[in-house]
């Protein structure tokens, strides 16, 4: 006599998660439409509201990587009919709060760089790679549950090998998210020669089909030695009188007017109070100069430029393992490092007062610009 047929075997209905899986696709298409993803600076500011929900990104993306995470293991004790009878309904579920989580991951994300300052290769093919994977895990979900409710082994493998494909490119989206956080060599960084080389060799090429080519820097042609002049008498120049460019700004401290507001805006959103990567804050007089656990009391070194270490990171190539802002970050421009290089070589000082007539010409309205504000 021929045993029952399983009633696990039987098509399913799923009414109710059908409901949440359209709800959930048509939330993730209209927020898309509502907030396109931008991938240049925003041409005008978003609101508190867009903004206070966007700050929520970094922690909305842990759910969707610890559930489809968890899935990957889960699929494979379903491949077989008997795990799939098993697990089958828990792999379902925990596919659908792994796609809700992704669909805010997203949204909250392209909300967050409203704020400015995200751009670069990176960054474009994080937030790609990132809506691309979640719109493959929405349709993976869609096929799981016509699978389920058809009870077809084909479809549940065609799932499968979407599924699969899908949370790889999320991943991979997620790499060049760590890289706009921590650097473009934070994974490569210690990883065995073989793999690192391949990993380097992958991650440029795809960074190559996303950003245009950097234009080859001219050579800087060497100084010409000056010019032997006759040695003439000059007579003792005047003591010189308060000027109204000196008297506007000398109430006026170069580093707390000048260098800290570059800082502020290019800086302290890795390296303030709230967050001090490497240990570093340079929010105070006194954090700068203390350093972090990497440059310790060379972070500013008065009078040396070349042995300053925050100088350094910010006027290093970009493609440097050691260049700050990381690449996605809005990054200095050469008069904000040029300020600092001078600020450094006069002294390094908390108590320079700002006199616009010492600063040299080239930097001097920016210098201007900046004690405006």
């Known amino acids: 006599m021929s045993s029952p ?26 927020g898309l439409l509502i907030f ?17 929900i966007g700050r929520f990104h970094p922690i909305l993306l842990h759910l969707p990587v610890g559930a489809l995470g968890l899935l990957c293991l889960m699929e494979m004790l379903c491949v077989t009919r008997r795990g799939e009878s098993k697990y089958g309904d828990a792999a379902l579920l925990t596919l659908f709060v792994g796609s809700s989580g992704a669909v805010l991951a997203v949204l909250a994300g392209i909300m967050l760089s409203r704020e400015g300052g995200y751009v670069g290769g990176n960054f474009t093919l994080h937030q790609s790679m990132g809506i691309l994977g979640t719109a493959g895990v929405l349709l993976a979900l869609v096929v799981r549950l016509l699978a389920m409710g058809r009870g077809s082994n084909e479809l549940l493998q065609a799932y499968r090998a979407l599924y699969f494909i899908s949370f790889g490119v999320m991943g991979l989206g997620a790499h060049f998210g760590g890289n706009m956080s921590h650097g473009s060599k934070f994974l490569t960084q210690h990883a065995p020669e073989p793999i690192k080389s391949q990993m380097i060799s992958m991650e440029k090429w795809m960074l190559d089909l996303v950003e245009e080519p950097k234009p080859e820097k001219a050579e800087e042609k060497a100084p010409e030695p000056p010019k032997a002049v006759e040695t003439v008498p000059t007579p ?44 570093l804050r340079l929010d105070t007089f006194e954090f700068t100069m203390a350093g972090g656990e990497n440059s310790g009391n060379k972070n500013i070194v008065p009078g040396k430029p070349a042995d300053s270490a925050t100088f350094l990171s910010i006027s290093s190539a970009e493609d440097d393992d050691e260049h700050m802002p990381p690449e996605g970050k809005e990054q200095l421009t050469m008069e904000e490092m040029a300020l600092i290089r001078w600020w ?6 908390n108590t320079q007062k700002v006199d616009l007539s010492v600063i040299p010409a080239d930097i001097k309205a920016a210098a201007e610009a900046i004690v405006k504000g």
């Open 5 to 30: 047929a399983h009633a696990s075997d039987e098509p399913k209905s799923f009414t109710a998660l059908w409901i949440a899986t359209v709800l959930l696709i048509v939330t993730f298409v209209l």
């Open 36 to 52: 396109p993803p931008l991938y240049e600076a925003p041409s005008e500011e978003a609101s508190s509201s867009v903004l206070f």
């Open 236 to 279: 003792t120049p005047p003591v010189p009188t308060p000027t109204t460019e000196t008297a506007a700004s000398d109430d006026k401290l170069v580093f707390q007017h000048i260098i800290l507001p570059i800082f502020e805006a290019k800086c302290n959103k890795c390296h303030g109070e709230e967050k001090q990567k490497g240990e």
């Open 344 to 349: 450094i070589e006069q002294g390094a000082s």
